[in-house]
Nanobody, 127 residues
Framework: QVQLVQAGGGSVQAGGSLRLSCAAS????????MAWFRQVSGKEREAVAT??????????YYADSVKGRFTIPQDTDKNTLYLQMNSLKPVDTAMYYC??????????????????WGQGTQVTVSS
């Protein structure tokens, strides 16, 4: 059973930075997709950033709302994915979840593509 354990998050003022981490209990496979989603109460969970890799290539995705501000670095030696969030805005306030699939997925932005999920962590940005 794969577990994803999230850390980081909290409260910050607008313009500040936060880094979330997502540690997988197993090694990151050669072919995988991992992602960060966020959800505001009453709204659907949306993909913020994704990264997929397989032999021959990979891809990343950033939602338009976070392009240029968020990045999705990873440390495969530590089986850990990060979400570096800079220039945070109040609209970034949400519960953030990491997700993983140990296989290439058709649509990395779709919730249903991911089998494993972190426990969620709250990010609150005040103006």
């Amino acid at each position: 059973q794969v577990q994803l354990v999230q850390a980081g998050g909290g409260s910050v003022q607008a313009g500040g930075s936060l880094r979330l981490s997502c540690a997988a209990s197993t090694f990151i496979h050669q072919s995988y997709c991992m992602a960060w989603f966020r959800q505001v109460s009453g709204k659907e969970r949306e993909a913020v950033a994704t990264i997929c890799n397989r032999i021959g290539g990979g891809s990343t995705y950033y939602a338009d709302s976070v392009k240029g501000r968020f990045t999705i670095p990873q440390d495969t030696d530590k089986n850990t994915l990060y979400l570096q969030m800079n220039s945070l805005k109040p609209v970034d306030t949400a519960m953030y979840y990491c997700a993983a699939s140990w296989a290439w997925v058709r649509d990395p932005t779709a919730n249903e593509e991911y089998k494993y999920w972190g426990q969620g962590t709250q990010v609150t940005v005040s103006s």
